[in-house]
C-alpha cells in the first residue's frame, strides 16, 4: 500500500526566505503527484501537478520537482511571503487500479514578517 | 464559475441523530469524493465513486453511506454507527486522473 510521508511537519521561516518542502512515497508507480494548499477551515486548491514523465513544474515563485525512482518530491517557495502561511500537502496517484491519490499529512508553514 | 460546493458549513448533531452532508458540481466531472480530516492528520478516504449509481469504500467507510444518483450530486450520511463523528468533511471531484478540485468543506460537531 502507498504511503506518503511529509517532512517537516511543521515549519516557521522569517519573510524573504526560500524554502523546501519535502515529500516521499514508497511505491514509484505513480501518474501524477500533486501539490495542494489548505488554508485554516478551508478546502484544498491545488498548485501543481506533476506527470509521471515530467521531472519538474513551475507556477510564479513555486516549483515542484520529481524523482520518481526515488520516491520524492519537493516544493520549492521562492522568497517567502506571509501571505504563503498554509498547510502544504502533496497527493500520489498510482498508475494502475482505481487511480485513487493517497495524500500526505501536510507541512504546517508560518512565514513570519 | 464551475466548482463544488459543500453545504453547510457547519453542523452541529446530537450524538445518535444521522445527518447528511451535501456535495455539488458542475464541473461534470466523472469521479467523486469525500475525505475525512483530523487535525494533525492527512486527508482519509470514505467513499468514491467513479460514475453514476456506483460507488466504492475507501479506507474508513464503517458508519457512512453515500448515494449518486445524478453526476453532479455526492450526498454522504454519517450515521449513528460511526464512533467518533467530529471532523472536518471534504468533497472533491476530478476527471479520470486530472487535478483534484475540492469544496470548502463541512465542520460537523457532534456532541
Known amino acids: 500500500k502507498q504511503e506518503v510521508t511529509q517532512i517537516p511537519a511543521a515549519l516557521s521561516v522569517p519573510e524573504g526566505e526560500n524554502l523546501v518542502l519535502n515529500c516521499s512515497f514508497t511505491?514509484?508507480?505513480?501518474?501524477?503527484l500533486q501539490w495542494f494548499r489548505q488554508d485554516p477551515g478551508k478546502g484544498l486548491t491545488s498548485l501543481l501537478l506533476i506527470q509521471s514523465s515530467q521531472r519538474e513544474q513551475t507556477s510564479g515563485r513555486l516549483n515542484a520537482s520529481l524523482d520518481k525512482s526515488s520516491g520524492r518530491s519537493t516544493l520549492y517557495i521562492a522568497a517567502s511571503q506571509p501571505g504563503d502561511s498554509a498547510t502544504y500537502l502533496c497527493a500520489v496517484t498510482p498508475s494502475g487500479g482505481s487511480y485513487i491519490p493517497t495524500f500526505g499529512r501536510g507541512t504546517s508553514l508560518i512565514v513570519h514578517p | 464559475d464551475g466548482g463544488i460546493t459543500q453545504s453547510p458549513k457547519y453542523l452541529f448533531r446530537k450524538e445518535g441523530q444521522n445527518v447528511t452532508l451535501s456535495c455539488e458540481q458542475n464541473l461534470n466531472h466523472d469521479a467523486m469524493y469525500w475525505y475525512r480530516q483530523d487535525p494533525g492528520q492527512g486527508l482519509r478516504l470514505i467513499y468514491y465513486?467513479?460514475?453514476?449509481?456506483?460507488?466504492q469504500k475507501g479506507d474508513i467507510a464503517e458508519g457512512y453511506s453515500v448515494s449518486r444518483e445524478k453526476k453532479e450530486s455526492f450526498p454522504l450520511t454519517v450515521t449513528s454507527a460511526q464512533k467518533n463523528p467530529t471532523a472536518f468533511y471534504l468533497c472533491a471531484s476530478s476527471m479520470g486522473v486530472s487535478p483534484l478540485h475540492f469544496g470548502n468543506g463541512t465542520r460537523l460537531t457532534v456532541t
Open positions: 511505491d514509484s508507480a505513480i501518474y501524477n
Open positions: 465513486s467513479q460514475i453514476v449509481n456506483d460507488f
